[in-house]
């Protein structure tokens, strides 16, 4: 193989020197390659600074399978370009390098519009091994002297360079001990059945409370009582207006007196009379009548004060709310219940429920007392979601619990449900949001 120096003219020198300095930059580069993926990158791109050319491919082996193509990282295997590329990859047979021109290589003409007119194949060899073959295109012909002269040198130094990359043995990553004995321990613990739960806000709830409701339209003219006033059986805590039921009293009161005083005629009269004892049957029930709307406006008037069923606390918003203001007949005006009781509510969002059992176990972790949980079993639960005013939604949960806490008391409360992995009760939530997804 002829020497670079004896390519040029004394008085080439500079280009000379140019292109020396061009080919051992670019076999260092090709040495600093160290998988075959950046070498083929840097085979098709790279060459341009020691040869021009605008189009560049490499076939591996003798296979002759596409790996890379100029200007692109991943080319796109159903282009034209390369799918061109894989059916010329066979005419190129020959050991040294080889002009060719686009119109003589199968579908050159036809894609002419993306082609160069002229191609050059390099063989690329190392020690007797064909390691492939890299196609070069532009469009002037590749016949000076010194630029084949120089590729003849350019196939020996990719040649090695493959040889090189395909000779190193494979690393196969090494795991440290202590991280494989972390991940074993991850594992482990992922397999470790826990409890899964639903945990959400809690409160505690009147058990069986009284409600005391207007038995019939009225105005309320005094609240005798403020909100969460213990009350007592019996004690007054609302008065009715009793006007209108004084008035309709007072009517029926004289009502019955007419019908008594016209019957008491009618058996006078009635000795003589016949008409008058015709009219004693008609007037005994119409005082029977007067009787009972007599009774029915005095059992009203009664109502008119409205007193506790039971002892307990008195649940309403605001006592001035209620005052000077009309009820109308069954309207809820205040709940009387016990002060301490038993029933727990826990309200849980859509996204935090879990499948739990009809009896599942209950812990009720009170905010005034957060170290003693009470414990208790669930009663019931809603199946339909219960609109906030924030827009938002819960689901609530009723709860029995095995002792008594004071009413109003608020807290977290936790429903335990049936075991399950504990990787699987982490990444619960994650799959919930990626699951739609896949």
């Known amino acids: 193989m002829t020497p670079i120096s004896e390519l040029f003219t004394p008085q080439d020198r500079h280009r000379q020197a140019e292109t020396l300095a061009r080919f051992i930059a670019f076999s260092d580069r090709l040495r600093s390659a160290h998988d075959r993926e950046t070498l083929s990158f840097v085979m098709v791109n790279e060459t341009r600074n020691v040869v021009q050319y605008s189009h560049a491919a490499f076939f591996e082996d003798r296979t002759r399978e596409l790996r890379a193509v100029s200007g692109t990282p991943d080319f796109d295997p159903d282009g034209t370009f390369a799918r061109w590329l894989k059916a010329v990859s066979g005419s190129f047979l020959s050991k040294q390098p080889e002009s060719h021109e686009r119109d003589a290589l199968a579908g050159g003409a036809d894609n002419a519009d993306i082609l160069p007119p002229f191609f050059l194949s390099l063989p690329l060899e190392w020690n007797g091994h064909e390691l492939g073959i890299l196609l070069l295109g532009?469009?002037?012909?590749?016949?000076?002297?010194?630029?084949?002269?120089?590729?003849?040198?350019?196939?020996?130094?990719?040649?090695?360079?493959?040889?090189?990359?395909?000779?190193?043995?494979?690393?196969?990553?090494?795991?440290?001990?202590?991280?494989?004995?972390?991940?074993?321990?991850?594992?482990?613990?992922?397999?470790?059945?826990?409890?899964?739960?639903?945990?959400?806000?809690?409160?505690?709830?009147?058990?069986?409370?009284?409600?005391?409701?207007?038995?019939?339209?009225?105005?309320?003219?005094?609240?005798?009582?403020?909100?969460?006033?213990?009350?007592?059986?019996?004690?007054?805590?609302?008065?009715?207006?009793?006007?209108?039921?004084?008035?309709?009293?007072?009517?029926?009161?004289?009502?019955?007196?007419?019908?008594?005083?016209?019957?008491?005629?009618?058996?006078?009269?009635?000795?003589?009379?016949?008409?008058?004892?015709?009219?004693?049957?008609?007037?005994?029930?119409?005082?029977?009548?007067?009787?009972?709307?007599?009774?029915?406006?005095?059992?009203?008037?009664?109502?008119?004060?409205?007193?506790?069923?039971?002892?307990?606390?008195?649940?309403?918003?605001?006592?001035?709310?209620?005052?000077?203001?009309?009820?109308?007949t069954g309207e809820k005006i205040l709940v009387v219940a016990p002060r301490r009781s038993r029933m727990l509510k826990i309200a849980i969002a859509p996204d935090g429920l879990w499948h739990v059992a009809d009896s599942a176990p209950v812990v009720f972790y009170n905010n005034s007392r957060p170290e003693h949980p009470v414990h208790g079993q669930l009663i019931s639960h809603a199946y339909a979601p219960k609109q906030l005013g924030d827009m938002s939604s819960v689901y609530e949960f009723r709860a029995d619990l095995d002792n008594e806490a004071h009413l109003g008391d608020e807290g977290t409360g936790k429903i335990v449900g049936p075991r399950t992995l504990l990787a699987l009760w982490i990444f619960r939530r994650p799959w919930q949001v990626i699951r739609p997804w896949l």
């Open 138 to 328: 532009r469009h002037t012909a590749f016949s000076d002297g010194h630029e084949l002269a120089i590729l003849q040198r350019i196939g020996p130094a990719i040649g090695q360079a493959l040889f090189c990359v395909q000779a190193q043995p494979r690393k196969v990553p090494r795991v440290r001990r202590s991280v494989m004995i972390a991940g074993i321990g991850l594992l482990a613990l992922g397999c470790f059945p826990v409890h899964s739960s639903m945990i959400g806000r809690a409160e505690i709830i009147p058990s069986e409370p009284a409600q005391l409701v207007a038995p019939f339209e009225s105005v309320v003219l005094d609240l005798k009582v403020d909100p969460n006033q213990p009350v007592k059986k019996g004690q007054v805590l609302i008065e009715l207006d009793r006007a209108q039921i004084q008035n309709a009293l007072s009517v029926a009161r004289e009502s019955l007196a007419v019908a008594e005083t016209q019957y008491q005629e009618a058996l006078e009269s009635g000795v003589d009379d016949v008409k008058a004892r015709t009219e004693i049957g008609p007037l005994q029930d119409k005082i029977e009548s007067a009787k009972a709307d007599v009774t029915y406006q005095a059992s009203l008037l009664e109502k008119t004060v409205i007193r506790a069923p039971i002892d307990g606390i008195a649940l309403f918003a605001d006592r001035l709310a209620w005052t000077g203001k009309p009820a109308q």
